[in-house]
């Protein structure tokens, strides 16, 4: 398949598509709309299926069920319908179940707006649902990587039997750009002899459950879990890195504000001052090891987002207080302006008494 | 010898947690032996519910699936849509199915999703110690309605069936009764019926159970059934709502 033109809601289909998932449960909420339209019209084709549920909740809930009788399955939604599926999450959890689950983020608290907007990070990374859990959380920056990163959540989701996270925003979700959706790969995943199918005769009934009323038992299930996690963590690490090498200050971003950080990256480069840029693409598991190891070179760390600031705070951890690590964004669906990066780049370098030409 | 009585074999041997009197056990036994007499055990998936049912995933032979409160229906549709060919069933009690998961009750009947739904109605929350529930009748005196319940205060009780058979989805809505052996037999036909309708793909069937607690009801087993049928069969006649293979379109 050659390069096409698409908006990256619609990538984020067709990749599932291409993933083999063949249910995708929605329900509508702007700005990502699209991914339900575009499924409504494709899955019939492919012999799948796009139901649109009575609310996020049944969506979430039809998801539990399709995956845990062995599919792959798959819903969407933005930021407020996001917090109503978070019930569904914990108990894909609880379940051990694999699901994808994509966040078009909004602005918000409350309904808020239907501008892009990155302050579901701590919603995400932090607190999905109610327990000790983990999620992968994968930040798509580019319409393809919105698909790329949709077939690698469904394979890491049935690898580690976990649900997968895509934080997207609404810029990525909405701009136009060519994807090639042949880029998607598959990897080797395990046989689901633990799905709810009919025993057909041959087994013992398999449960799928997140009830233990014992207190040993269930610490047993979290902690075998946990392993399960830092695998995670050792394999699935994903960031992308730009002019760091020689950086006195690293920006960290992720999903389009990387995009804009990079052209400010560009624009102080060209004005002496030495930036560089590093895009966790994993935004848990988070690249800690990889920030504290620029903690030796780089000066100072600066995190851009779209919200009031909250990857910062792993930022701060991951660097352990060796190097300052300062905030910029904007909030409530406005966008920052490179040149708003870079006038705080600027500011930082002159603070920091860094070498400029 | 020869055996003329023994344990479906879609229950497992797992002991059952009920209290002495409550009629799950009555209730698990009919569907189990409706999937028996089917010989659907070997692809039928359950969907067991929140409350005092919460661990039927134990005591029924067949893949089970527990569900978050309320979400029973909006799993089974899941399963069902992914695997047209499994029979699905989900068991639920009256605050699962018509307090927290009304939304996924209605919807999934509406849409009429070939499954079979057993509605357990006892006027009461069990699990969590006799608080009220949307079918607890006016004056029950329940932990959160400790003076009775107030329709001008705690609103008024839910009729599933009655509601339910108002909808195009449903083929078949039945409130059957096992206070008595003859009602026990009904309550097995009209189970029956629902799993038979799933296996000609006819649509979304309910049969509520109204059952007792005598628990949190405070009363005996053998008071618990008269109460069931002076207070409870009142409030919520015994009937066929809605039944689409019936002449004259099967409405009540």
């Given amino acids: ?357 | 010898m020869s055996i003329v009585f023994d344990k479906p074999h879609a229950l497992t041997d797992e002991l059952m947690h009920y209290c002495p009197g409550c009629t799950h056990g009555i209730v698990h036994r009919l569907v189990a032996e409706v999937i028996d007499e089917l010989d659907i055990e070997d692809r039928t998936v359950g969907i067991a519910p929140v409350g005092c049912a919460v661990f039927a995933y134990n005591y029924f032979a067949c893949d089970m699936i527990e569900a978050a409160h309320g979400r029973a229906p909006a799993v089974a549709t899941g399963v069902k849509r992914a695997n047209p060919e499994l029979v699905v069933f989900t068991y639920q009690g009256d605050g699962d199915l018509a307090a927290i998961g009304t939304a996924e009750t209605v919807h999934a009947a509406t849409r009429g999703e070939n499954i079979t739904v057993i509605f357990i109605n006892n006027c009461i929350y069990g699990m969590t110690g006799g608080q009220m529930a949307p079918t607890t009748l006016p004056g029950q005196v329940t932990t959160t309605t400790p003076y009775g319940r107030k329709p001008k205060i705690q609103g008024n009780p839910i009729r599933v069936c009655e509601m339910l058979s108002t909808l195009d989805g449903v083929a078949y809505a039945a409130r059957v009764s096992v206070d008595t052996p003859a009602n026990v037999r009904t309550a097995k036909a009209a189970i029956m019926r629902g799993f038979r309708n799933q296996l000609a793909r006819k649509g979304f069937s309910i049969i509520e159970v109204l059952s007792t607690c005598p628990t949190n009801w405070g009363l005996s087993p053998v008071e618990a059934l008269s109460w069931l049928r002076e207070n409870m069969i009142p409030y919520y006649p015994l009937g066929t709502y809605k039944d689409i293979d019936a002449a004259g379109g099967g409405r009540k």
């Avoid at chain 1, 845990?68 to 819903?75: D, E, I, K, L, V």
């Avoid at chain 1, 607190?127 to 000790?132: C, E, K, M, R, V």
């Avoid at chain 1, 950080?261 to 102080?268: E, G, I, M, S």
């Avoid at chain 1, 920030?291 to 705070?313: N, R, Y």
Wanted: contains cysteine; negative net charge; hydrophobic residues 40%.
């Fill in chain 1, 1 to 357: 398949m050659a390069k096409v033109l698409m908006k990256g809601n619609e990538a984020i289909a067709e990749a599932a598509i291409e993933a083999g998932c063949k249910y995708y449960f929605g329900y509508p909420i702007t700005p990502q709309t699209e991914i339900s339209e575009y499924m409504a019209k494709r899955m019939p084709d492919e012999g799948g299926l796009c139901l649109q549920a009575e609310s996020e909740i049944a969506a979430i809930n039809m998801l539990l069920g399709a995956s845990a009788s062995g599919t792959r399955a798959m819903t969407s939604s933005s930021s407020p319908g996001i917090s109503l599926k978070s019930e569904g999450v914990s108990y894909l959890v609880g379940c051990d179940l694999p699901a994808v689950i994509v966040n078009v983020q909004r602005g918000g608290p409350g309904l808020g707006g239907i501008q892009p907007s990155q302050a579901d990070y701590y919603q995400a990374t932090k607190a999905y649902g109610h327990g000790d859990m983990h999620l992968p959380v994968l930040a798509p920056s580019t319409v393809q990587e919105m698909a790329t990163l949709t077939c690698e959540a469904f394979d890491i989701a049935d690898i580690y039997r976990t649900p997968v996270i895509i934080l997207a925003d609404g810029a990525v979700g909405q701009m136009m750009e060519p994807v090639n959706i042949a880029e998607c790969r598959s990897r080797e995943v395990p046989p689901k002899t633990w799905a709810a199918c009919g025993h057909g005769g041959r087994r013992r009934h398999n449960i799928i459950n997140s009830l233990l009323m014992d207190p040993e038992e269930l610490e047993r299930t979290v902690l075998a879990r946990f392993e399960r996690y830092r695998e995670i963590e050792k394999n699935e690490l994903a960031f992308a890195e730009y002019m760091v090498d020689d950086a006195d200050i690293i920006v960290v971003a992720f999903g389009i504000a990387a995009r804009i950080c990079r052209t400010a990256v560009d624009a102080v480069r060209a004005k002496g001052i030495k930036a560089g840029l590093l895009r966790p693409i994993t935004l848990w598991p988070f690249p800690s090891s990889r920030i504290l190891f620029h903690s030796e070179t780089a000066k100072a760390f600066l995190s851009v987002e779209l919200s009031m600031g909250q990857m910062v705070t792993d930022v701060k951890l991951a660097c352990e207080c060796r190097r300052p690590v300062e905030f910029f964004g904007r909030t409530g669906g406005v966008i920052p302006e490179p040149g708003d990066v870079a006038a705080k780049l600027t500011a930082m370098a002159k603070e920091l008494g860094c070498e400029t030409r």
